[in-house]
Structure formats: C-alpha cells, structure tokens
C-alpha cells in the first residue's frame, strides 16, 4: 500500500525529483508552495498562516517569492498536500475527517488535523512548479486546450505561440515586408493551426458563399468568403485576447502612433479555398483599418496556388509560411485579391481591425 496521500485539487504540475523531495521530508503532512499562472499562489492562505503565527507580517511576500526558503509549520493549506497514510489510520476518536457541519472540506480537514495534534507544513525549498486552472475547461469541446488563452496562459503560451515569437521584439531587428507596408510575422505553432482547422471543421457550417448572410447587421456581403466567424464557434473572446495580447504589439512596431487598447475587430473568421468550392476572391478593399491574414496550413504541401496579390504594387505573398500572419492596411492603398487555389484545401484566418 501507498504510504502517502497526494491531493490536488485541479491538476498540478509537479517535477518528479519534487515529490521525492516531500516524500523524504518526513513530515506527516505538507504542503508545497505552488503557483496558479495568473492567480493568486495557491497555498498562499498556508504561507499567511505562517507569517501571521511565527513570523513578521511581510515574512510571506518573501516566502511566496522565494526569497526565505525553508519549511513553515502552519494552521491551513489547501490545493495540494501530501499526507502520510498512517493519519487516516488513527485510534477511534481521533480520525482525520474533511466533513464538519456546513464547513468548506478543506478547513474541515484542517481543523480536524489541528484538534488531535498534527503538525501541517509548507514548503518552498525547491522550486515546485505551478497550478493549473480547471475552473473553465470545457472537455465538450473540440480541442478544449486551445480555448484556455484567458485561463491558463503558461500553458497555452507554450503550446500555441509560434517558437520565434519573441524574436518578433528583438531591438534592432526590422520587421519582414514582403509587399509594401505588409508586414511578416510569426505568431501561432503548427499546433495552433492544425487545432484551429480542426475546430472548425469539426463545427462544418462554412458559409454558402453568397451575398446574403444573416451573421452581418446589414444581413449583406459585397465580396464573401466561404467561412466560419469566431462568434459561432465559441472562440470570439478568446481570439480578440489574442489581437489585444500578442497582435497588437505587432501591430504598434509597424504602424507608430496607432493605438488602440484593446483593438477592436467585429470580423474574425477562418476562410476556406478549394477549387471546386471557392477557389479564389475578387479585388477589394476590406473594412478594416488594418487587416491580419494568418495561413492556417502551408501552400505545396496542403494545397497549390493561393496566396494574397495587393494590385497596387502589383505584388503577391504566394510563400506563405504556417503560423504566420501578414498585417496590411484594409483600405485605399492595399486593394487586394486572394488568388486562385489549384489543388487541395487553404485556410486562413481573418481579423479586421477597426479601429
Ligand atoms: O486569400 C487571401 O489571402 C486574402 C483574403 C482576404 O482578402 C479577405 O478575406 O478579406
Ligand atoms: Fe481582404
């Protein structure tokens, strides 16, 4: 039999070498010091305890930050503890217990381990990981991982940003501009956009093509796409946090003195061209002031032609490059067209910001 306990409540993500840690620490129970990305710092209300019965009132900050290491004896913890076996096989009338009256399990359970003697502690002595947030994860969904942007965002920054994102904001570095004043960058990883496609077609109700649509106030479109809006598929907040997050710095690097916080985009849809469906888009201008057009999948290797031609200077982007977005102004100067797909299947993802 397992000689400990361990509890999480959500899922935590401890390294091994951690838990051998707390199991050799020989204590009956304790708690490590954990953080929940974006929260408070989970077993916080365990490191106040310890600051308010033995230490001075700001001794916490320094525990939570792990400037004081060390193992604190405390009145409360939560989230996640480790607890030897041996507790729950106490002498009648002192069994542990997480149920008393209307109290909260986990106070219950406290103060059961206060009124017959145990000792609780937490631990910061390594570094233990963090926290993750289960409180909206929506397992009905397609891909349910990359609707947790707001939620759970070490995660999902590692899972779905594109790997040279960063290097977007390197000083010095000029921005790539395959076409005048359209500019070239990575936002998204491969995983992001398989998801992405894959979340739409699951859903499978694309656009008829035609210039009637009841999704639009006017109920009309001059220049439609075949497409799925951000708004039916769930993800309309969870994308316009993207453009406020990781699309508008972008966007403040190439069009100084534009700012708008947060950037307001009313059309956000993925498109899908096929040559027997729609293979291709007119020249037009969009109603944006600026657009981002982010390639979903890769041409010569999930389909052939395609790309986005800017009439004015008589200049195409057929190379598009999977995760990457291009960013153009929507009207006057960047008329522009979406140029025939020969062979299989483009997909693309649109936002028009505006302002
Ligand atoms: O096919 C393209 O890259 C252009 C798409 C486009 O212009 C639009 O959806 O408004
Ligand atoms: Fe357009």
Not at 204 to 226: F, H, I, M
Not at 266 to 277: K, T
């Amino acid at each position: 039999m397992c000689d400990y306990l361990f509890s999480v409540d959500g899922v935590a993500r401890l390294r091994p070498q951690t838990l051998r840690h707390l199991l050799s620490s020989g204590y009956d129970v304790i708690a490590p010091l954990l953080a929940r990305p974006g929260q408070a710092w989970s077993n916080f209300w365990g490191a106040i305890g310890a600051s308010g019965y033995y230490a001075r009132s700001t001794d916490y900050m320094d525990i939570v930050s792990g400037s004081i290491r060390g193992i604190w004896n405390v009145p409360f913890i939560t989230n996640c503890y480790l607890v030897k076996m041996a507790l729950f096989h106490t002498p009648k009338g002192q069994e542990v217990s997480y149920v008393k009256e209307d109290v909260d399990p986990d106070m219950a359970f406290c103060n059961s381990l206060r009124d017959i003697g145990v000792m609780m502690y937490v631990s910061n002595e390594e570094d233990l990981g963090h926290l993750v947030n289960h409180e909206t994860f929506d397992v009905s969904r397609t891909h349910p991982d990359v609707y947790q942007v707001l939620d759970n965002k070490l995660e999902w920054e590692n899972r779905y940003l594109h790997k040279d994102y960063l290097a977007n904001f390197i000083d010095g570095q000029k921005p790539r501009m395959p076409c005048p004043d359209v500019y070239w960058f990575p936002l998204m990883s491969p995983r992001f956009c398989k998801e992405w496609i894959d979340i739409m077609e699951a859903f499978g109700q694309w656009s008829d093509g035609s210039n009637n649509d009841k999704r639009l106030e006017g109920g009309y479109e001059a220049v439609p796409t075949r497409d799925i809006h951000m708004n039916q598929v769930g993800l309309e907040r969870q994308w316009l946090h993207i453009l406020k997050e990781y699309v508008r710095p972008l966007q403040e690097m190439v069009f100084t003195g534009y700012y708008h916080n947060p950037p307001v985009s009313i059309m956000n849809f993925v498109v899908r061209y096929r040559p027997d469906e729609q293979p291709s888009l007119r020249p037009h201008h969009d109603s944006s002031t600026y657009t981002i057009n982010l390639a979903l999948n890769t041409p010569n290797v999930d389909y052939t032609g395609g790309g986005c031609h800017f009439l004015r200077y008589n200049c195409s982007v057929r190379d598009t490059r999977l995760g990457w977005l291009l960013m153009h102004p929507g009207r006057l100067t960047h008329y522009h067209e979406g140029l025939p797909v020969t062979g299989g299947t483009r997909y693309i993802m649109i936002s028009f910001v505006d302002p």
